[in-house]
């Protein structure tokens, strides 16, 4: 019986402490991802540049196809 509270204890410690943990760690995801969709115009047109470029210059187009960009 003793066992089976301490068993259960260590159990519900583990995962309150997994959840507490995890929290932050959601925020600042959540955030890096806001500021990821707020840049997409941007990185659209830096691609643009870069596919640009490539056509000009063969080890970027090589660069660029490896990373199916």
């Known amino acids: 019986m003793t066992f089976t509270a301490l068993v259960i204890a260590t159990i519900s410690f583990a995962l309150w402490d997994r959840r507490t943990m995890l929290r932050p760690v959601e925020g600042r995801v959540s955030s890096l991802e ?4 707020g840049n997409r ?4 047109a830096l691609l643009d540049a ?5 056509q000009r210059d063969p080890e970027l187009a090589a660069v660029l196809k490896n990373f199916n960009l």
């Open 50 to 54: 870069l596919r640009a470029l490539s």
């Open 34 to 37: 806001d500021e990821v969709a």
């Open 41 to 44: 115009p941007r990185t659209a």
